[in-house]
């Protein structure tokens, strides 16, 4: 093992964040481990399924978890965010501000504080789809498992969660405080967030009922999601039985992202299986430019598409009004057959692309993000790298390796300086 000369600072606690993090600290090197939710895990805690296999997620999370707790070379810092960076590789100095949760580790999850929580707010791991109450676990599978308090959503001066509480554990007078470390190099394993579909006016994201994004589709077929695995539309809560998909929404698009996402064309193949064991009786459409389903996915698309349930529709969609009894009409080109089409469905789900979770942030001096707010590595200081989707957009497996990758040039920046 080679002599320690520095500690190593990740930020972002998603599969990639994890990824580097565990892999330098089993050969010995500390780690400073940063995420900003109270939760680790990332967007992929809220997946339903991986491709091409179609496993859950929440089982290689599970393995990480096993890993990180009992490894002594990483410091974890949830509900915390980097406020500033200075210096030079080697001898980065950095300030981390951690947010107060207003739960401390002596939390159980035992639950009796929500039995007595009056107020509800919107649950964000469900985007939204749902409520919780003002304290609450951020999901089942949550490391670390402990409570949370959305200070905002509570009434004034309840102290109900703190009388049912047994262990001591709930501190509403808890206060942020304010880190600052010393670190050789720096990680980026920011993730990504998915494109404000709002913004893409003629697909009635956010108007017209019923038309959805792609994670919140993900969560609908999620047992622990809004509906528990149920595909019931958002509005009234019927089962689907007609679907359409609208592929490269807001991507490959000079106004909105320029750059294709990679995954979504997979990622809606994969949601229309959901809706198809859900359903075997419903229909789906995807409209779509084409297809990208690169390598190994080949014959994962190839076995989707064959499914005579599914119709593949060449041609962009021009607009999405309302239908009648909730419907969603959709109106698009149809290439291949020539002219156009005209469809009424139960659900619309837009297949948003993956923007940089960065884009629009303040950021250091010393990170340089490119134009479209990604971390690219050419553009850094020495010591100062990027891992998984904080690059470029790309799928879990491939976040992985490269995470690993990462991992290593972190090293070698330790023991160089």
Not at 25 to 41: F, R, S
Not at 210 to 236: C, F, K, W, Y
Not at 254 to 280: D, F, M
Request: with cysteine; glycine share 8%; proline share 6%.
């Amino acid at each position: 093992m080679a002599e320690q000369k520095g500690k190593i600072l990740v930020i972002g606690g998603g599969i990639s964040g994890m990824t580097t993090a565990l892999e330098a600290a089993e050969v010995g090197y500390d780690v400073i481990l940063v995420e900003k939710n109270p939760t680790l895990g990332g967007r992929v805690s809220r997946f339903y399924q991986y491709f091409p296999k179609l496993c859950p997620p929440l089982c290689g999370l599970e393995i990480n978890y096993r890993r990180l707790k009992p490894n002594p070379y990483i410091q974890t810092l949830t509900s915390s965010e980097v406020e500033s960076i200075s210096g030079d590789a080697g001898k980065y100095t950095v300030t981390i501000k951690t947010s107060p949760t207003y739960v401390n580790e002596k939390c159980t999850a035992c639950d009796k504080c929500t039995e007595v929580c009056p107020a509800e707010s919107p649950n964000a791991h469900n985007y939204g789809m749902d409520n919780s109450k003002a304290i609450f676990l951020p999901h089942k599978m949550a490391h670390p498992a402990r409570y949370v308090i959305d200070r905002e959503a509570c009434p004034p001066s309840c102290s109900k969660c703190v009388e049912a509480c047994e262990y001591d554990a709930i501190d509403l007078q808890m206060q942020a405080k304010t880190t600052e470390v010393e670190v050789a190099s720096i990680v980026y394993a920011t993730g990504w967030k998915p494109y404000d579909a709002s913004k893409i006016d003629h697909l009635g994201f956010g108007k017209v009922p019923n038309v959805i994004n792609n994670v919140m589709m993900e969560r609908l077929a999620h047992g622990q999601g809004p509906t528990a695995g149920q595909i019931l539309r958002p509005s009234d809560n019927k089962k689907v039985e007609t679907v359409a998909f609208v592929q490269c929404a807001g991507s490959r698009d000079e106004n909105h992202l320029p750059y294709c996402s990679s995954i979504c064309c997979l990622a809606s193949l994969k949601q229309a299986g959901y809706i198809r064991q859900a359903n075997p009786d419903a229909k789906i459409f995807i409209f779509y430019i084409d297809i990208r389903s690169p390598g190994k996915y080949e014959e994962f698309a190839a076995n989707i598409q064959k499914d005579e349930s599914i119709t593949m529709v060449k041609g962009k969609v021009a607009k999405v009004t309302e239908g009648q009894n909730g419907g969603v009409v959709v109106e698009a080109e149809d290439i291949l057959n020539g002219g156009k089409v005209n469809l009424e469905v139960d659900m619309l789900v837009l297949a948003t692309g993956m923007e940089s979770s960065l884009k629009g942030v303040p950021m250091p001096d010393v990170v340089q993000l490119d134009e479209n707010g990604f971390v690219a590595p050419n553009l850094q200081k020495h010591g100062i790298l990027s891992a998984g989707v904080a690059k470029f957009p790309g799928d879990v497996n491939s976040s992985i390796q490269d995470s690993t990758g990462t991992a290593l040039k972190a090293i070698q920046t330790v023991v160089g300086n």
